[in-house]
Structures are given as structure tokens and as C-alpha cells.
């Protein structure tokens, strides 16, 4: 048999036919393309929650007071008053997988300067929470153990209120805002962060010693909430499980008691939104298969008509002299070249589908090896597997059957 | 030139059509020759499309012997029934049977590309070469729908000349032509046949078998008679008396 030959003719058979080539090729590109493109958008979703979520702060934990039962009654979780400043003392003093500790206490309300107020929330926190939280400062200080011992009417403020409260380019440090009837002095600006992924502003904030929300504003003495950042995000689960012995230990819980506090963390937060696009991905992966499912059978046909409608070429073919193996190897070689030119041009269009969805919804770009293996794949074999039956079928018959053949 | 090109002894050919027994070819002896040009004739059904078919290898005869240039075909699987085709056959179809948005010439080319002891080079001088034969040094990149009938049924007589045949086997090659057209092509087979080319030509009109030597009738599935043709047509002399405007085609077609 002589392969050079038959590549030849195969390449003619192709270029006699470059309509019907590029439909067949048409079904395995749009096959390959889709569940490249799909998985892709899906993927990228997960991961750009997941960068969403880790934005939000470095391996934080948080504690919230647990439901409490009193006498019967099942209370909400915001009149729980089972944490407290001395929870905070304690796990600075014993934690060993705690980077930072910062308690939280927040208050909204109405913050006034001149004619201009904007209704906002006011966080009372320990320095280091602006690292747990990744906030960072634009302007300015933060605020000091000696202003946080003393109750310091001082606050640092949100680019939300700046703007509501001053309009733009202003400075506002050293200026005064009253919240809740109470005057603070602005020290610092934070940087602008957006929207979290609930569409939460994060910028519509002020930040102020926790000492003073909790006196001056809330007139309490527990807290509300405990944010820290474990060392490493692989110790996040031991941190966890250490704040909860040591907080068990500070409110004297008996070993069966249930624990009258919560602790969450960022990755369990990711693993919660990572299942919803997981099935987001899934969703996608199914389209993705079906419309693999569907260039397949598009494949299947048009291989199946056209080796069938050439059953005539073939007579002839056979009647100057082609072996049923010429035939053969012509119509697989044919086979081969559509399937790989197909499949390749899918690839190629599956990423720039990829590229323009994640450029568009603004998802980090993520390529899937895998889906473009198996949807290469799965395409080629079909084409390959259709284009050579049916030239099997040919190639067995007698020339002068296949030359009558309508 | 008395060499024996194709021996038939007994030849018998059946078709199954349900419960019914077709007998296409009953017992057919017959010789040809080296450089003969024989008509095989016969009505619709006589068996001599089924004959040549077998004389062209593309179909099994269901008993009896055929001897091609010295080879039992009987005793060859579909491989080298396809090579012997490749290399000592010529066949011509009523209908041209060319490759579509195929040019001329690749169409010629489509035979030396299953013989791998024939390079592209000498492909190619082969197919150029064959296409001069038969008239058509001018047409090698036109497309079989910008060839005239007549000149189709060339570039197919150029394909069945290419790989040099011991024979060459035309199935009604005249039936789809107007007479003008006819006669031309007849012509050139007189002239391959001048040259030293056997020719077996099918046919079922007496007035082209007159341009042969000699004619087998075939009846149900018989030899029923052979002659050897007297007075026999020149091609050339009959396009010469073609009235030189051909209104005549129309009316004859």
C-alpha cells in the first residue's frame, strides 16, 4: 500500500468538498469548543468567589455569641452576651495559632458633619483588625492603646461616608463628624475595597476604638463579635479548634454543655460558596456534554451520508484498480484530517470563548486540561469511528454493486 | 498479433432474486485476440453488460473459466483482482464516471495513483501524455462540468489508456452521445485500434458495432451468432459526409 499516494488522494477528496469538510468540522469545533468554554466560565466563577472570599480577610476566624436558652426560652443571637473583653485577654494570653485578636462591637446610626449626614455603621475594634480584615490605610493613623484606653473619641473613615459627608476630593483627616450625638476626629481614610460579592458596600464604614463604641455609644460591657486570622491557612482548623477549648474554659462550660458561642472561618465560608458553583460547574459540565453529545451525532451523520453518498466514487475507485484497503485508509486518513483539524480549530475556539466570557464577567481565566482532553477526545474517535465504518461497508462490496449504487 | 488477450470457457452467471433464478450468462465460450476490435451486441437482457462486467473483473462469474493475458481471474482474491485491473484493464462507462470538481487531468492520474511502482513525476507525464491520444492536449485543468459530453467520454478513454492495458472494455461508451460526437469517438478508438490496442466494446446499436471487425450477438444469455463485419465503417469518411452546419444533430440526438 503506498501511504503518500493516499494521503494525496485524501487531501483532494477533502479540498473537492471543502463545504462538506467544514460542516463536518463545524459539529466536532462547536463540540470541543463548548465544553472547553463552559467548564471554563464555571471554574473561573469558583475561583473568582473564592478570591472574593479571601479578599474579605488572611485565614479570619470569627466567634459569634451562640443562641442561648433562658428559662425555656430560646434567645436571639444579638441579645447573647457571652463574649466578653476578658475572652479576648484570655486568648491573646493562650492562643498559639492566633496571628491577631480584635473584638468587634458595632453600632449604626446617623454621622452628621455640618448640614450633610449619611446613615452608616461604626465599628469598634482593636487595631490589628484592619489586618484581619485586610483594610488598609489610605491616609493618616490608626488609633492608639492610649486612645483606645482612654475611650478616644477618634475614628478612621470609609471613602462612602467621606464622599456622603465632605463630596469629593476633600481631606477629611482632622476633621470632626458626630455620630450618634457624640463628636470624633477623623485620623485616618481607609482605601476604597467595593463591593463584597453580596454586593455589600465595604466602604460605608467608620472604625473607632472599641472602648468607646462600647461606652459611649451601646453603653455595654460584652462584644459582640471576635475576629482573628490564624497563622496559616493550613492551621486554620487547629485555630478554630483552639479558640473553642480555650473559650469553653473561660465561661466554665461543663464537658457536655453545648457551647454558647460559634466560631466560623473564611474556608469554610470558600467550601459553602465553593459548592454552589460546583454546581454551577456541574450545570455547565451537562450543557457542555450535551452539546458534545449533539456535535457527535452531527459527526456521526454527516461521515455516515457522505462515505454512503460516495458509495459511487468508491465503484470507481475500485474499478481502476483500488483495493478495499486503498479505500479504507483513503476515507480513515479523511477521517483523521477533519477530525484533528476539527478538533484542534475546537480547542482554539473554546479558549477564545473562555477568554471573552471571563474578560466580560470579570472571572479569573482558568484552562481545563481535562476538558479539552476529553472533548478532543470523544470527537475524534466518533469522527474517526464514522468515517471508517461506513467506508468499510463500501470497500467490502463488489466495484460493480458500489458503481450502480444511487 | 494472433496472441489470445481473453479465454472464456463455460462461462455462467446467476442472479438470486427471491425465490427466482436469473441466468444472466449461460455456458459462453469465446477468444479475442490481441489487436482485435469486437463489438459484443445484443438487446436489453441478452447477458452482455453482465459479460463485460466480467471481463472486467468487477463482478464473479458463478462457474466457468476466464483467462486474462494468461491469468485464471477464477483463482484470484478481490486484491489482485483489483491489481489486475490496475495494471491490464481499461474500462469506459456509458456515463464517464469522472470525479466531480476534479480536473481533467487528475482525473486521468486517478489509476497510476493505486500502482506505487509509478512516481508523481511519471504520473504525470502518463496522463499529459494520454491526454494528447485522445485530443485533449488543451483541456488538463478544466473540470468534467466545463467538458462537453464528448469530450468527458475522452478524459475517460485517456483514464482507461493511462495505465497501457491490455485491453480496454467500453460499456455503451457511445449511448449518452449525439452522432456527430459518436463518430468522433469511434474514430479514436479506430485509431487506438490501428495502433495495436485490443478493444471489446458493448453496444446495442447495430449501426456503431459496424465500425468494429468483428460482432458478438449475445441472446439470453447466449452466444447466438458472430460475424466478421464486411463493408466496415470508417469513422473519418463519416464525419467527412456530416453536413458541416449540424442541424442534423438535432434531429438524430
Known amino acids: 500500500m503506498n501511504y503518500t499516494n493516499l494521503t494525496k488522494i ?3 477528496a477533502l479540498k473537492r468538498n471543502k463545504f462538506r ?3 463536518t468540522m463545524l459539529g466536532i469545533i462547536i463540540g470541543v469548543g463548548s465544553v472547553i468554554g463552559m467548564l471554563s466560565i464555571g471554574e473561573g466563577s469558583k475561583k473568582s468567589i473564592q478570591q ?36 479576648i485577654s484570655q486568648l491573646k494570653k493562650e492562643a498559639m495559632y492566633l496571628s491577631a485578636i480584635s473584638p468587634q462591637v458595632s453600632a449604626s446610626g446617623q454621622a452628621i458633619k455640618g448640614n450633610k449626614n449619611w446613615p452608616t455603621t461604626m465599628y469598634g475594634v482593636d487595631a490589628s483588625y484592619l489586618d484581619i480584615r485586610k483594610y488598609e490605610l489610605e491616609d493618616g493613623r490608626i488609633f ?20 456622603n459627608l465632605f463630596g469629593e476630593n476633600v481631606d477629611p483627616i482632622g476633621q470632626t463628624v458626630r455620630f450618634n450625638g457624640i463628636p470624633f476626629k477623623i485620623i485616618g481614610t481607609l482605601k476604597e475595597k467595593g463591593q463584597n460579592q453580596m454586593g455589600m458596600d465595604q466602604d460605608d464604614m467608620l472604625i473607632a476604638p472599641y472602648t468607646s463604641v462600647q461606652r459611649r455609644i451601646l453603653a455595654i ?8 486570622s490564624a497563622v496559616s ?5 487547629a485555630a478554630i479548634d483552639e479558640i473553642i477549648a480555650i473559650l469553653r474554659k473561660n465561661h466554665k462550660l461543663e464537658a457536655d454543655a453545648e457551647s454558647d458561642f460559634e466560631v466560623r472561618s473564611q474556608s469554610e465560608m470558600i467550601q459553602t460558596f465553593s459548592s454552589i458553583s460546583n454546581m454551577l460547574t456541574t450545570l455547565l459540565g451537562a450543557i457542555a456534554g450535551i452539546s458534545l453529545l449533539v456535535g457527535g451525532i452531527g459527526i456521526m451523520n454527516i461521515m455516515y451520508v457522505s462515505v454512503t453518498e460516495r458509495t459511487k466514487e468508491i465503484g470507481l475507485r475500485m474499478s481502476v484498480g483500488g483495493r478495499g484497503n486503498d479505500i479504507l485508509v483513503q476515507f480513515l486518513i479523511e477521517a483523521v484530517l477533519l477530525s484533528l483539524s476539527g478538533g484542534l ?20 481565566l482558568v484552562i481545563m486540561v481535562q476538558a479539552i482532553v476529553i472533548s478532543f477526545l470523544v470527537c475524534s474517535v466518533i469522527g474517526i469511528f464514522f468515517g471508517w465504518y461506513p467506508a468499510r461497508k463500501a470497500a467490502g462490496l463488489n466495484p460493480i454493486d458500489a458503481l450502480r449504487h444511487e | 498479433m494472433d496472441h489470445v488477450i481473453i479465454k472464456v470457457e463455460g462461462l455462467r452467471k446467476e442472479y438470486h432474486i427471491g425465490e427466482m433464478t436469473v441466468h444472466a450468462l449461460r455456458k459462453v465460450d469465446m477468444e479475442i485476440r490481441q489487436g482485435e476490435f469486437v463489438a459484443i451486441m445484443g438487446a436489453s437482457g441478452s447477458g452482455k453488460s453482465t459479460m463485460l462486467n466480467i471481463l472486467g473483473c468487477l463482478d464473479k462469474p458463478s462457474g466457468g473459466d476466464y483467462m486474462l493475458d494468461g491469468v485464471n481471474m477464477r483463482k484470484l482474491n478481490k486484491n489482485q483482482l483489483a491489481g489486475l485491473r490496475n495494471s491490464k484493464l481499461g474500462f469506459i462507462f456509458q456515463s464517464y464516471n469522472l470525479l466531480p470538481r476534479t480536473t481533467a487531468l487528475e482525473n486521468v492520474e486517478l489509476p497510476l495513483y493505486y500502482n506505487s511502482k509509478v512516481k508523481a513525476k511519471e504520473r504525470k507525464e502518463r496522463a499529459i501524455h494520454a491526454l494528447e491520444q ?19 467520454q475522452r478524459v475517460a478513454i485517456a483514464r482507461s489508456l493511462v495505465n497501457d492495458p491490455v485491453v480496454i472494455l467500453a460499456d455503451e461508451a457511445t449511448g449518452n452521445l449525439d452522432t456527430r460526437t459518436s463518430y468522433e469517438i469511434m474514430e479514436l478508438f479506430q485509431k487506438l485500434n490501428d495502433n495495436g490496442k485490443t478493444i471489446v466494446f458493448v453496444t446495442h446499436e447495430p449501426d456503431i458495432a459496424r465500425f468494429m471487425k468483428r460482432n458478438i450477438i449475445f441472446r439470453d444469455g447466449r452466444i447466438q451468432r458472430e460475424v466478421a463485419v464486411e463493408n466496415r465503417f470508417s469513422a473519418t469518411e463519416l464525419i467527412a459526409k456530416l453536413p458541416k452546419e449540424d442541424d442534423t444533430d438535432f434531429l438524430s440526438a
Open chain 1, 21 to 23: 469538510a467544514f460542516l
Open chain 2, 134 to 152: 485522445v485530443g485533449l492536449g488543451d483541456r488538463f485543468h478544466h473540470m468534467p462540468n466545463q467538458l462537453s459530453g464528448g469530450q468527458q
Open chain 1, 233 to 237: 491557612e493550613e492551621k486554620s482548623d
Open chain 1, 345 to 364: 480549530i475546537g480547542i482554539l475556539f473554546g479558549l477564545l470563548i473562555s477568554y471573552i466570557a471571563t474578560t466580560l464577567l470579570n472571572f479569573p
Open chain 1, 144 to 163: 492608639t492603646e492610649r486612645e483606645i484606653k482612654s475611650l478616644g473619641k477618634v475614628c478612621l473613615i470609609g471613602k462612602t461616608v467621606t464622599e
Open chain 1, 52 to 87: 472574593e472570599i479571601s479578599s474579605m480577610g488572611s485565614n479570619m476566624i470569627f466567634v459569634m455569641p451562640g443562641s442561648q436558652r433562658r428559662g425555656g426560652v430560646q434567645m436571639g443571637r444579638s441579645d447573647a452576651k457571652s463574649l466578653t473583653l476578658s475572652d
Open chain 1, 221 to 228: 460591657t460584652h462584644i459582640q463579635t471576635i475576629y482573628a
Open chain 1, 10 to 12: 485524501a487531501i483532494n
